[in-house]
Structure formats: C-alpha cells, structure tokens
C-alpha cells in the first residue's frame, strides 16, 4: 500500500511542473517569446533563410494579453496591437496589420501561431512583394 501511495505522490509532484507551466499558455498573462530563425520569400527568388536582425525584428518581445500588445524587452522600444485574437485546437492566433513609418510604403500583416502545449511560435508576415516566416518559442512570464 506504501508503494501506490508513493508512486500517486510522485505522479502528481512530476504532474505539477507540467500542468503550471501549460497554465502559461491560455492567452490571458504574459509570454516573453524569442525568435530564432527566419526566412524571406519573393516570387522571384524563392525563399531563403536571412538573420532575425535583418528582418527589424528585436531578439525578445513580450505578449501582454491582458493590454493586447507586443513589445520588445528593451525599455522605450516599439509596441505593436494585437488587433486579433483566437484560440482554436490549442493554438493562440494573432493578427494584426500596420504601417511602421508614416508616409512609407511598408506596410504589413502579420499572423502569429503560439501553441499551448509547447509555447513554439511562428509568425508569417506579408507585405510590398515579399513573405517572411519566423520561427520561435516563448515561455509565460
């Protein structure tokens, strides 16, 4: 009887860490996320693999679900609106569309995908002739 009671124990303790930290992931705190890899893709070259810091994209950025807004982790950067939220078979989906520079044709739409089990992220972004896929992971903070 020592035995079961013991092994339930250990369940459950090795159950806890798994069961906090999906938690993280409902869409409603926040998430401190890191892009890794990136691609860019025209319809003239294809696609080809390009560095996070050539796409104007920070390393880190904080999701605040509770204010609907990413920011980049370093103080006074850029904050950008989720316009769009939905959660559909364990996945967070964003959206959003913006103009980075005021009378500059740079436009763009993104969709983000976070899923909740694992907190990888891909972001696809389009705008003037070109497609971007960044790839990621975020953790809840």
Known sequence: MKKIYLMLIITCLLAMPYTAGAAGFDGTGSLLCAFTNASECTESEGCSKVPVEGLNLPRFVKLDFKNRKISRVEEGGRTSEMQNMK?????????????????????????????QDSGNLILTASG????FIVFGACTPQ
Request: overall charge negative; aromatic content about 6%; charged content about 25%.
């Open 87 to 115: 959660i559909i078979d364990q996945k967070i989906f964003l959206q959003a569309a913006e103009d980075a520079i005021e009378g500059e044709r740079d436009g763009v739409g993104w969709t983000a995908a976070i899923m």
């Open 128 to 131: 003037d002739n070109a497609g």
